[in-house]
Every structure is written in structure tokens, then in C-alpha cells.
């Protein structure tokens, strides 16, 4: 079983991922997108969703036309852990520059 991150551990590596916030009465992580259109959300929902099942592990997420909300909290663990910071960081790798929000 995969352990929680400390309030140190969370410290650093949330200072260390962009555009992620502490989501408010949860040990968990969320981040919004906003993209050209449907089709471009849309993308990257599938680059992320192939990643996360070949992680095991997968993201809430929302989408409504170009816009794209995910948090990220490992359910087994009860709260913030190592795997959720990685697809945290692949789904920075990816995301789109300037339209990010």
C-alpha cells in the first residue's frame, strides 16, 4: 500500500508543480485548463487518461466544452500521495501554455 505524503513532503512537492492548489477540506490537489476548443480538451483528456491507466491510478475530473478541471487525491491512501504528484507532474509536461489558467 502507498503512504501519504507528510505536510512536508506536501510542501515541497506542491511548491514544485505549477498552477496546482490544496484543495480546501481535502488531502488532495486540483488544477484547471482552459483550451482553443472541445476537440484540443478533449486531447489531452485522452493523453491523461492513457497515462493514468498505466499508472493505476486515475483523476476526478469535469469537463465542460474547453475547459478541463482535475484533482488529484489517491483513494486507497486516504489523501495525497507520491503517484498523485507524478501524474500531477506528466499532466504539467503536457498542458497547454498560455491558455492554461
Known amino acids: ?23 480546501a477540506g481535502r488531502d488532495a490537489i486540483q488544477r484547471s485548463f482552459r ?4 476537440n484540443e480538451a478533449f486531447g489531452f483528456m485522452t493523453r491523461v487518461a492513457i497515462k ?7 483523476p476526478e ?8 478541471e ?3 487525491s489517491t483513494h486507497d491512501a486516504n489523501g ?11 499532466i504539467d509536461a503536457i498542458a497547454p501554455g498560455p491558455l492554461s489558467v
Open 61 to 68: 475530473w469535469f469537463n465542460v466544452y474547453n475547459r478541463v
Open 80 to 90: 495525497l500521495t507520491s503517484r498523485d504528484i507524478a501524474l500531477a507532474r506528466f
Open 1 to 23: 500500500m502507498i503512504n501519504r505524503l507528510t505536510s512536508e513532503e506536501r510542501a515541497t512537492q506542491l511548491a514544485e508543480l505549477h498552477g496546482w492548489q490544496a484543495v
Open 52 to 58: 493514468a491507466e498505466q499508472m493505476n491510478h486515475h
Open 35 to 38: 483550451f482553443a476548443d472541445f
Open 70 to 72: 482535475i484533482t488529484l
